[in-house]
């Protein structure tokens, strides 16, 4: 039955094509702490917060203080990166605009860190559109599982049912059916369509995107 929907946006992949700058300062830092890191190893995680991606793989895992401190220096270099020339994902801001106008409400999903995600806003200058904001400080537990994507849905003050959420990433497809929603897949670098089997549809970007097909993804038409 079509009524009401709402969109939730991850943010790597899908607002921003961070992929080479989130890798070339994860690279840096990991040799700097003596550590190699191929693309392919990177890629595993991508999505996933730094935290749980040290705790589970690095071994001996690193201390609380260690991990901090590596990630504070590595996602300052790469908001660093991002400054002097900011990778949009084609389309991303257009879509924004026409949900806006359409009425439509939206929220950030995102595992990145607080500063992170809301430099993306600022940079696309989207703020104003944006009803609420959930980053990898407001949850327990990253994707695949679904937390980030719950409390976007609560702060639409919509159920997950009605929500359609854009993801790169499988963990976040996975994070989004788990919560109850719809997916929509877009295929950024470093992904394959395959790899986002799951999600309800998929779009190379977001330029290919209208409100009219989220509010038939949504409504299950798609």
């Known amino acids: ?30 040799r700097e702490v003596g550590r190699d890191c191929s693309e392919e190893e990177f890629l595993a995680g991508f999505g996933r917060t730094s935290r749980e991606v040290m705790r589970e793989t690095w071994k001996p895992c690193p201390s609380d203080e260690e991990i901090s401190a590596f990630d504070d220096r590595k996602e300052a ?60 400080a407001d949850v327990v537990v990253g994707k695949p599982h679904p937390e980030v994507f719950l409390k976007g849905a609560i702060g639409l003050g919509l159920h997950p049912s009605r929500c359609v959420v854009l993801e790169d990433a499988p963990q976040g497809v996975e994070a989004a059916l788990a919560a ?32 009219q097909m989220l509010r038939q993804i949504a409504d299950g038409v798609v």
């Open 180 to 211: 109850g929603a719809k997916c929509l897949g877009v295929v950024s670098r470093g992904r394959t369509r395959e790899q986002l089997y799951r999600a309800q549809h998929h779009v190379s970007d977001l330029s290919e995107v209208s409100v």
């Open 77 to 136: 270099m790469y908001r660093e990166m991002i400054s002097q020339s900011f990778p949009a994902m084609r389309g991303a801001r257009e879509l924004i605009i026409a949900l806006a106008e359409a009425g439509i409400p939206m929220a950030i999903g995102s595992s990145g860190p607080p500063a992170n995600v809301h430099a993306v806003i600022e940079q696309l200058g989207i703020k104003h559109f944006i009803a609420t904001v959930i980053t990898g």
């Open 1 to 30: 039955m079509s009524g009401i929907f709402g969109v939730l946006f991850d943010v790597d992949g899908v607002l921003v094509d961070s992929f080479s700058a989130h890798l070339h300062t994860w690279q840096i830092c990991c």
